[in-house]
């Protein structure tokens, strides 16, 4: 009973339960940061199969695109726009957001303006999607492909 009226032993029961306490926050905060990147690189990898498909579905197109073509290349091109957002891509490199929107907006108004993709818009294209998938955050292929967007919206006008 002794120990209670000594106030050594408040300060040495204090010290220990904070000891505890900073190595359960600490266990639990590197649990966390290990999830939480094992979560990035899953949508990294994600957003890189999706402009796997994208390329994939781009060199199917032939001339004005059918519908069942087109619609899949939407589909691969929204997958894209909506996971480009949580990558850690787009954290190094904001303009990648944008160039996705654009990308996105040109392919969903193919159904209601038509358009033809040349053999060499489609090579072009390809190549871009290609050279994004080796590298998202390069500027200048993000910026050749925003000129290529805007050559084909023109073009459709």
């Known amino acids: 009973m002794r120990a209670f009226k000594n106030p050594n032993f408040y300060v040495l029961l204090l ?9 359960t ?19 990294d990898s994600d957003f890189l199969s999706s402009l796997r498909r ?18 899949q290349l939407q589909d691969a091109v ?15 490199e904001p303009y990648l957001n944008s160039v996705f929107g654009q990308m996105n907006n040109l392919i969903l108004s193919f159904t209601y303006i038509p358009i033809s993709f040349t053999v060499d818009t489609k090579n072009k294209w390809s190549q871009l999607i290609n050279d994004m ?10 910026n050749e492909l925003v000129e290529s967007i805007d050559r084909l919206r023109r073009s459709g006008s």
């Open 25 to 43: 926050t600490y266990h639990f905060a590197s649990q966390n940061s290990k999830a939480l990147e094992s979560m990035q690189q899953n949508i």
């Open 54 to 71: 994208v390329d994939e579905n781009i060199k199917e197109i032939s001339g004005s695109p059918n519908s069942a073509k087109l619609q």
């Open 133 to 142: 998938i080796q590298d998202p955050t390069d500027f200048e292929v993000l």
């Open 15 to 23: 010290l220990i339960t904070t000891l505890v306490l900073a190595f």
């Open 78 to 92: 929204s997958q894209a726009t909506v996971l480009v957002k949580y990558t850690s891509y787009a954290k190094e």
